[in-house]
Each structure stands twice: as C-alpha cells, then as structure tokens.
Antibody, heavy 116, light 108 residues
Framework: EVQLVESGGGLIQPGGSLRLSCAAS????????MNWVRQAPGKGLEWVSV???????YYGASVKGRFTVSRDNSKNTVYLQMNSLRAEDTAVYFC??????????WGQGTLVTVSS | SYELTQPPSVSVSPGQTARITCSGD??????IYWYQQKPGQAPILVIY???KRPSGIPERFSGSSSGTTVTLTISGVQAEDEAAYYC???????????FGGGTKLTVL
C-alpha cells in the first residue's frame, strides 16, 4: 500500500529555516516524480516543486532560490529545505507522487506557520 | 508560466449535472487533471489526461476539452460531491505545473 507521511512542520519566525520530510512506503521515491504542493489557510492549491526520477528538481517562481528538495534513497524519503521563510509561506505542505498520470497519492500534509 | 482560470463557485441540486470549467491559453497543448478536495482532507485525483478516470472514481465524473477550455462534468450530482475542485496542468517538459484557483461545488 502506498503511503506518504510528512513531518517537520511547525511555527517558525520570518527569515528562519525549516526542513520538511516525506517518508514514503509501498513504492520507491527514486523511481517516481515527487512533488510538494502547498495550501495557504482558506486558499487554493499551489504547486511548489517536482523532483524527477533522475534526480533533477524544479521549483515554482514563488519559492525558487529559497527552497531546495533532496532525496535519501536509503530511507525512501524526500526532504524540502525551506530557507528565508516569509509570512506568505504559511501553508499546509503536501508531499505528492506523480506527474503524467496525475498526482495519484498525497500525504496528509504538515502545517508550516511563519510568524513572529 | 501560464494561468488556469476557474469559476469560484458552482451550485446544483441533487441529481442534476454540474459543469466546472478551466480555461487557459496553453490548454490545447497540455493535458488537464482534476482534483476533488473536501474540507480538512488531502485532494484526490478524479480525472487525468483530460478525460480518463482513475479506478475507484464513479462513472458520473467525466472530463472533456474544447479549444482553450476543459470541463469537468458530474452527472447526477450527489450530496457527497460537495467539495472544492481544482484543475491542474503539468508542463510537457516535466519542469513545472500550475493549478487553477479552484471551484467550490455546492449541492443545494
């Protein structure tokens, strides 16, 4: 059974850093496209990043240069390193598998709150 | 980058047909995917590649496209279909994607 479990969210001050984790089971993250999608409170979905099976990562304009994705194949886990956080980064962050066949599996999400 | 435009809300009575549109200049060249999200839950995929239905999604959900507009149609709407619906288009290069703003479907 495919499962994605995010962790690492919390309250962080503006300008701070936070690393989110996404532990996968039931498939191999290195064999699939892995995404981060976020949702600000009461707002719509925003695509944040994709990591291709080959390892390259791409980012949305609002986070490019501040967020970085990495992958630990031995732990079957994907990470989202978030630096220079802003109030507008406050959101639930979902770890999501897929691309051409759709985003077929989503984690339950982890809340990041950027506030002083 | 590009944008996808959805109506903020659609309302229908139970048993009627709901149509939710998604418009964008790049749509004739890109596939569209549709997601349903109920409050407090993660989204689920209901249509992929314009008109394909994942296993487990009821047949009343269908997708179609015409020019720069794609449409999610829910035939015989049920109370459980009340949710927000988002269209999404991944770029063909596999390097970025964009969501529409979402449509809140209300079942009267």
């Amino acid at each position: 059974e495919v499962q994605l479990v995010e962790s690492g969210g919390g309250l962080i001050q503006p300008g701070g850093s936070l690393r989110l984790s996404c532990a996968a089971s039931g498939f191999t993250v290195s064999s699939d496209y892995m995404n981060w999608v976020r949702q600000a409170p009461g707002k719509g979905l925003e695509w944040v990043s994709v990591t291709l099976s080959g390892g390259n990562s791409y980012y949305g304009a609002s986070v490019k240069g501040r967020f970085t994705v990495s992958r630990d194949n031995s732990k079957n886990t994907v990470y989202l390193q978030m630096n220079s956080l802003r109030a507008e980064d406050t959101a639930v962050y979902f770890c999501v598998r897929g691309w051409w066949e759709g985003f077929d599996y989503w984690g339950q999400g982890t809340l990041v709150t950027v506030s002083s | 980058s590009y944008e996808l435009t959805q109506p903020p809300s659609v309302s229908v009575s139970p048993g009627q047909t709901a149509r939710i549109t998604c418009s964008g200049d790049v749509l004739p060249k890109q596939y569209i995917y549709w997601y349903q999200q109920k409050p407090g839950q993660a989204p689920i995929l209901v249509i992929y590649k314009d008109n394909k239905r994942p296993s487990g999604i009821p047949e009343r959900f269908s997708g179609s496209s015409s020019g720069t507009t794609v449409t999610l149609t829910i035939s015989g709407v049920q109370a459980e279909d009340e949710a927000a619906y988002y269209c999404h288009s991944p770029h063909t290069s596999g390097t970025y994607g964009v969501f529409g703003g979402g449509t809140k479907l209300t079942v009267l």
